[in-house]
């Protein structure tokens, strides 16, 4: 066998559609363009989202007004009440809530909230904390460390 003996499979080889050459070869008279209008015309091309005249779709929606701020800290928020879960000997901190499957951003900062009941000794360390939730952790008898943002 020799390169020049190889050939391809004429299963993979497709003829190109010859138009135009007469009815009797079924791409005739229009060939395959369908009758008369801009389409069927040579050069007759419609620029991407073209709507025959009626107001394209970019331009009947609205803009959108304003900014948006790209330095705007986003935060994984933990409740209090869901760390009533944990027990007494566990630091609660990022990697510790992220293990758990608490919270699930690692590019976000922790803040811990105050929404719930805390009953057990905790000690929590997060980058914000607000002050319903420091003073829920120090009434059950724990501690709320804030961490540098930089941290986690």
Do not use: W
């Amino acid at each position: 066998m020799k390169l020049c003996d190889i050939k391809p499979d004429k299963s993979l080889t497709k003829k190109r559609k010859r138009v135009g050459r007469g009815n009797a070869s079924g791409h005739g008279t229009t060939s395959g363009r369908g009758s008369k209008g801009q389409l069927s015309r040579s050069g007759g091309n419609l620029r991407v989202g073209f709507e025959g005249g009626q107001m394209p779709l970019h331009r009947r929606i609205p803009h959108l007004r304003g900014f948006k701020n790209t330095r705007k800290k986003e935060f994984n928020i933990v409740n209090v009440g869901s760390l009533e879960k944990f027990s007494e000997k566990d630091t609660v901190d990022f990697g510790f809530l992220l293990k758990n499957g608490m919270i699930r951003k690692e590019e976000n900062l922790l803040k811990i909230l105050g929404n719930g009941k805390l009953t057990k000794k905790l000690a929590v360390k997060a980058n914000y904390f607000s002050a319903a939730a420091i003073s829920k952790i120090e009434a059950a008898g724990g501690s709320a460390e804030i961490i540098d943002a930089g941290k986690k």
